[in-house]
Nanobody, 118 residues
Framework: QVQLVESGGGLEQPGGSLRLSCAAS????????MGWYRQAPGKQRESVAS???????NYAAFVKGRFTISRDNAKNTVYLQMNSLKPEDTAVYYC????????????WGQGTQVTVSS
């Protein structure tokens, strides 16, 4: 079982930037496609971005061009660089295995809160 710890969230003004990190335990992190997800109050969790073991990326339409996912396999860490933040980006952000590519997810971590507000 992989344990996931997200960090880097906070309060940011519209147009600002944040960088989220996700540290994963386990010896086989590098072979898994990983994803960032988010869940806003009263809404279902949704996929934001994903990255394969080889570094190929995919983004939801609502973040394309603003967010960048990356990974450092040596550090067992996945990142999400978020630029040009909008109030509608406010949510709890989680990382996990990319359920589309991998077909599964591990237990969810606690997530990190991102609030975009002036």
């Amino acid at each position: 079982q992989v344990q996931l710890v997200e960090s880097g969230g906070g309060l940011e003004q519209p147009g600002g930037s944040l960088r989220l990190s996700c540290a994963a335990s386990g010896s086989f992190f590098s072979i898994f496609a990983m994803g960032w997800y988010r869940q806003a109050p009263g809404k279902q969790r949704e996929s934001v971005a994903s990255i394969t073991s080889g570094g190929s990326t995919n983004y939801a339409a609502f973040v394309k061009g603003r967010f960048t996912i990356s990974r450092d396999n040596a550090k067992n860490t996945v990142y999400l660089q978020m630029n040009s933040l909008k109030p509608e980006d406010t949510a709890v952000y989680y990382c996990n295995a990319d359920r589309v590519t991998s077909g599964f997810t591990w237990d969810w971590g606690q997530g990190t809160q991102v609030t975009v507000s002036s």
